[in-house]
């Protein structure tokens, strides 16, 4: 544990030094640390004027292992569960080659052009970003992800190259040290009724970006105000209402010009929603009806034609419901393909069970209004 430690505070900048990290890569990190250790030391220039000493950070050799956090359980409850396979396929795998460099320009080519480099087998080189420039990370940010490598509080790694998720899904960090940083969602999951999302920020110059796993609404601010309202409370409920007056403006009631540009403009900002992966079993034939309402309301004919075959394979009876589940199916591959039979399948379920849910009563008083396909 001590030994854990002191590896940390290892060539670790001091306060006042706040010089760009340049970003290198090497095969090996024992290897590139005992040399890197005798080069700022001044051992490879024995016959020679020493040279301007460095700092240097290798994130894999400050990684806590499987072992030592496990040890420190009792001690930090507030530490999330380390999962050793994750972090040895993910996390570990994608940092292993990383090296970090504190020093000027020249003091960096020094180090790659000398003879301990260019005559080793393994090199040490540049990380490049895609138009082939030297990438580097500022002081500020190269502090905090060593602060974040080093305690682990939350999950994270690594990838390339930073995509955005979605339109609109800029957010702002909550979390230390990265608070007040900006990022965007890559993933977000409802589990056991809860939104945990994936946010990627970039601090690698747009070539590679780090991921924090699994934070929760607290843990983050939407840039986008109507963004943080569909995040609140029962966002199935929220989607659900949101279509149901989508589908009420455009086949039960006129609407002034305005009201359309709104809905149009609301109808876009709902892929947040449909773009949410359920996790939970009990919700996913719910929440699968609901994300085919909206592609067939957003014109999507590929993703509603996917959508429909996903639905149909969830019925046990292709002619009727068995389940106020299947019901619900029914009604949105009826408002998907406007068949007749869907209709009237979810019409007799209802007759039959009084005590259905009366959501389906609502939707019928919607679609009895469409023009159905015999």
Same mark, same amino acid.
């Given at each position: 544990?001590?030994?854990?430690?002191?590896?940390?505070?290892?060539?670790?900048?001091?306060?006042?030094?706040?010089?760009?990290?340049?970003?290198?890569?090497?095969?090996?990190?024992?290897?590139?640390?005992?040399?890197?250790?005798?080069?700022?030391?001044?051992?490879?220039?024995?016959?020679?004027?020493?040279?301007?000493?460095?700092?240097?950070?290798?994130?894999?050799?400050?990684?806590?292992?499987?072992?030592?956090?496990?040890?420190?359980?009792?001690?930090?409850?507030?530490?999330?569960?380390?999962?050793?396979?994750?972090?040895?396929?993910?996390?570990?795998?994608?940092?292993?080659?990383?090296?970090?460099?504190?020093?000027?320009?020249?003091?960096?080519?020094?180090?790659?052009?000398?003879?301990?480099?260019?005559?080793?087998?393994?090199?040490?080189?540049?990380?490049?970003?895609?138009?082939?420039?030297?990438?580097?990370?500022?002081?500020?940010?190269?502090?905090?992800?060593?602060?974040?490598?080093?305690?682990?509080?939350?999950?994270?790694?690594?990838?390339?190259?930073?995509?955005?998720?979605?339109?609109?899904?800029?957010?702002?960090?909550?979390?230390?040290?990265?608070?007040?940083?900006?990022?965007?969602?890559?993933?977000?999951?409802?589990?056991?009724?809860?939104?945990?999302?994936?946010?990627?920020?970039?601090?690698?110059?747009?070539?590679?970006?780090?991921?924090?796993?699994?934070?929760?609404?607290?843990?983050?601010?939407?840039?986008?105000?109507?963004?943080?309202?569909?995040?609140?409370?029962?966002?199935?409920?929220?989607?659900?209402?949101?279509?149901? !007056? @989508?589908?009420?403006? *455009?086949?039960? $009631?006129?609407?002034?010009?305005?009201? %359309?540009?709104? #809905?149009?403009? /609301?109808?876009?900002?709902?892929?947040?929603?449909?773009?949410?992966?359920?996790?939970?079993?009990? !919700? @996913?034939?719910?929440? *699968?009806?609901? $994300?085919?309402?909206?592609?067939?309301? %957003?014109?999507? #004919?590929?993703? /509603?034609?996917?959508?429909?075959?996903?639905?149909?394979?969830?019925?046990?009876?292709?002619?009727?419901?068995?389940?106020?589940?299947?019901?619900?199916?029914?009604?949105?591959?009826?408002?998907?393909?406007?068949?007749?039979?869907?209709?009237?399948?979810?019409?007799?379920?209802?007759?039959?069970?009084?005590?259905?849910?009366?959501?389906?009563?609502?939707?019928?008083?919607?679609?009895?209004?469409?023009?159905?396909?015999?």
């Amino acid at each position: 544990m001590h030994a854990l430690k002191h590896q940390q505070k290892m060539n670790a900048p001091t306060e006042n030094n706040t010089q760009d990290w340049y970003v290198m890569c090497h095969l090996n990190p024992m290897q590139i640390e005992t040399l890197l250790k005798k080069d700022s030391k001044g051992e490879f220039r024995q016959d020679g004027p020493a040279d301007t000493p460095y700092s240097f950070y290798i994130p894999y050799l400050h990684m806590p292992t499987a072992e030592t956090l496990e040890a420190q359980e009792e001690s930090d409850k507030g530490r999330k569960a380390y999962d050793s396979i994750r972090r040895n396929k993910e996390l570990r795998g994608d940092l292993f080659r990383f090296v970090f460099i504190q020093a000027p320009e020249e003091r960096v080519w020094r180090i790659v052009s000398s003879p301990w480099n260019t005559g080793s087998r393994l090199r040490l080189y540049h990380y490049r970003d895609h138009e082939g420039k030297k990438v580097t990370v500022r002081d500020g940010d190269m502090r905090r992800l060593m602060t974040t490598i080093r305690d682990q509080h939350f999950l994270f790694y690594f990838d390339q190259p930073i995509t955005d998720f979605q339109v609109e899904s800029e957010v702002i960090l909550n979390i230390e040290p990265w608070k007040g940083h900006r990022g965007v969602i890559k993933k977000i999951t409802c589990r056991k009724k809860q939104l945990c999302m994936d946010i990627s920020m970039n601090i690698f110059n747009r070539t590679r970006s780090i991921n924090f796993v699994d934070l929760k609404t607290g843990d983050i601010s939407f840039v986008d105000a109507a963004q943080a309202a569909f995040m609140e409370g029962d966002f199935l409920s929220h989607f659900e209402e949101e279509l149901m !007056e @989508q589908l009420s403006h *455009l086949h039960t $009631r006129s609407v002034t010009d305005h009201q %359309r540009l709104r #809905d149009a403009v /609301r109808l876009k900002q709902l892929s947040t929603y449909y773009n949410i992966y359920m996790d939970d079993e009990a !919700e @996913q034939p719910r929440f *699968l009806a609901l $994300r085919l309402i909206y592609a067939t309301l %957003r014109k999507w #004919d590929r993703h /509603r034609e996917t959508l429909v075959s996903e639905a149909q394979a969830l019925l046990s009876n292709p002619k009727t419901p068995a389940t106020d589940a299947e019901a619900y199916l029914m009604t949105a591959l009826f408002i998907a393909t406007r068949l007749a039979p869907y209709r009237d399948a979810v019409k007799r379920y209802r007759a039959a069970h009084p005590d259905s849910p009366d959501i389906l009563r609502r939707y019928h008083t919607i679609t009895k209004h469409l023009k159905a396909k015999r």
